[in-house]
């Protein structure tokens, strides 16, 4: 069974760091392009960074400023989410999946809050 669990969100100030985490439980991930994607209250769901199956190529949104970080682990079948300080408007849930997404893959996700 193919299953993305994501971990590692949580309330912070702004200007704080969060690290998240997505697990992969299916070897299918581990040679797939990945990304992390985002939806906020009323909005559309929006990738927010993407890395090759390799690892040595990634991708962000323009608005991110250089702020975040994708890498990947594919002898732990993780992805992870470095964002670094946090702003009110990173506050939504995040969802991994593979690059582009495949729907039936789309995990819980997991909050992340920046207050100001």
């Known amino acids: 069974q193919v299953q993305l669990d994501e971990s590692g969100g949580g309330l912070v100030q702004a200007g704080g760091s969060l690290r998240l985490s997505c697990a992969a439980s299916?070897?299918?991930?581990?040679?797939?392009?990945m990304g992390w994607y985002r939806q906020a209250p009323g909005k559309q769901r929006e990738l927010v960074a993407r890395?090759?199956?390799?690892?040595?190529?990634?991708n962000y949104a323009d608005s991110l400023e250089d702020r975040f970080t994708i890498s990947r682990d594919n002898a732990k079948g993780t992805v992870y989410l470095y964002m670094n300080n946090l702003k009110p408007e990173d506050t939504a849930h995040y969802y991994c999946?593979?690059?582009?997404?495949?729907?039936?893959?789309w995990g819980q996700g997991t909050q992340v809050s920046v207050s100001s």
């Open positions: 890395i090759s199956f390799s690892g040595d190529s990634s």
């Open positions: 299916h070897r299918i991930f581990w040679k797939s392009p």
């Open positions: 999946n593979q690059w582009p997404p495949v729907a039936t893959y």
